[in-house]
């Protein structure tokens, strides 16, 4: 997640007097409103709890009215306290600094504490309604999901709550995957607007758990629904011979064969972006880039129109950072930025081992830039989880036990990714015409392909440090 403070705004209080408010933004949209005295009611909280040394350094207090360059100075300090608070895998992680934003985030869109009912999205287009609290947090919001659905407990933590844009050709953005210091109802809310949604959907990488999933009658239903979503979207492709195959199993309801059937073919289990832009091979180049199977794979147009197609491996990734910008919205003027006058400018960048001896930074422009960083971070604690023999049962299901720390000893050594002409013989698939007709929703391991992650991935001689929250 990034965060960022990029303006305040001077409000009145109760009492007819003013007082400055710092804006809180995640992924470049605002949270909260907050004073300067609850940021310092919250450090010394946290530096009660944790210690001082732990705590990272807090702008002081000031005796006289703050002038406008102090108001700015101190803008920028907190923006940076907040943003090493959550990227300190202790901090980052307690319930104190989750709770607090929270709070905050519904203080600020002044929604009280009442029963209502939320909608959640299925990848097949139904739609589960749940009633909750508008205060109930992430995690509250996904185990009223499970119950509605018969999902058992111990597989609640293989899916997770994921806000997506719905387009006008029905093509679904992804923007975030809810997070533990929100509140769904408030965000879903606070966006004022029909395109945004609530969708469930499978929350780890590795196929070898779809058989965790199968074997439970909503288990299967989900990763069907999500299979056969994926597929009339175009995220997995398909060839004629495996279209009539799928189609085949479709209509006699073998949903367990059409799911392994699934899994072999190019792209299960990846999330597709929508298009940006990539400076590799070359600097303004389209891309379209997807997350899975432990990668990041491109699709690239060149300058000369001619198509590519490669991947990066997270296991070379030695680090990867998120930056943000804000650029003026093109009108003519050169005004300094202004809440309503500006984008915010997201980018993915990693450094990437090439070869033995050259490391080089990607960059990839995209406004989902953060849920790119996302997934890396997610493909990384799976990894890690599986390297020292974990349950990744347990990991899913300590959502608030912060990020899995990487040692230096940990190391990387895939081959380079390579771009290549796509398949031509590979076409998309055609539009799947039948859906589940049944909410009341329950994929084998098929064996990984030559190009997953073994055994000596972790042997080389680059650091494997892959960080998942913005590097600023």
Request: glycine share 6%; hydrophobic share 35%; net charge neutral.
């Amino acid at each position: 997640m990034h965060f960022s403070i990029p303006e305040t705004e001077v409000r009145s209080g109760e009492n007819g007097s003013t007082y400055v408010a710092y804006n809180i933004h995640v992924n470049g949209v605002l949270h909260c409103r907050v004073r300067y005295s609850q940021l310092l009611g919250l450090h010394e909280q946290i530096k009660k709890e944790y210690g001082s040394n732990v705590v990272p350094a807090f702008p002081p207090k000031k005796i006289f009215t703050l002038t406008p360059a102090e108001v700015e100075q101190r803008r920028e300090q907190l923006e940076k306290y907040m943003q090493a608070v959550r990227q300190d895998p202790l901090l980052g992680a307690s319930e104190m600094f989750n709770s607090f934003l929270r709070k905050a985030q519904q203080e600020t869109q002044q929604i009280p504490t009442e029963e209502v009912a939320l909608d959640i999205c299925l990848s097949n287009g139904q739609k589960v309604t749940v009633n909750i609290l508008t205060s109930d947090q992430t995690e509250d919001v996904l185990d009223a999901v499970a119950t509605k659905l018969d999902l058992p407990d111990d597989l609640v933590g293989y899916f997770s709550l994921f806000l997506v844009r719905e387009g006008v050709d029905g093509g679904l953005t992804f923007v975030r995957k809810l997070q533990e210091f929100e509140l769904p109802y408030v965000s879903i809310t606070s966006l004022r607007s029909s395109e945004f949604h609530i969708l469930l959907r499978k929350s780890y990488w590795d196929i070898a758990y779809d058989g965790d999933v199968m074997d439970n009658r909503v288990g299967l239903n989900l990763l069907y629904a999500q299979t056969v979503s994926d597929i009339e979207r175009g995220w997995i492709l398909v060839n004629k011979d495996q279209h009539r195959q799928l189609k085949s199993l479709q209509e006699k309801g073998s949903k367990k064969e059409f799911i392994h059937l699934g899994q072999t073919l190019k792209y299960y289990g990846y999330i597709k972006f929508d298009p940006c832009v990539t400076d590799f091979p070359e600097k303004g180049c389209q891309v379209i880039v997807s997350a899975g199977n432990n990668e990041l794979n491109f699709h690239v147009k060149l300058p000369n129109e001619q198509i590519k197609e490669g991947s990066f491996k997270v296991t070379r990734m030695r680090c990867w950072r998120v930056t943000s910008s804000q650029v003026p919205v093109a009108n003519g003027t050169t005004n300094p930025c202004s809440a309503s006058k500006c984008d915010v400018k997201l980018e993915l960048a990693f450094e990437y081992l090439m070869s033995k001896d050259r490391l080089q930074w990607v960059t990839i422009t995209s406004q989902q830039a953060i849920m790119m960083s996302i997934c890396l971070q997610s493909m990384v604690d799976e990894l890690m989880v599986k390297k020292s023999g974990g349950s990744i049962k347990k990991m899913l299901r300590k959502r608030h036990n912060g990020s899995i720390h990487r040692s230096d000893s940990q190391q990387a050594v895939k081959s380079p990714p390579l771009l290549d002409s796509p398949d031509p013989n590979r076409e998309q698939i055609v539009k799947l015409s039948t859906k589940l007709s049944s909410v009341s929703l329950r994929g084998i391991s098929a064996s990984n392909s030559a190009n997953d992650i073994s055994g000596n991935d972790f042997h080389g001689n680059y650091a494997f440090e892959g960080i998942g929250d913005d590097d600023l």
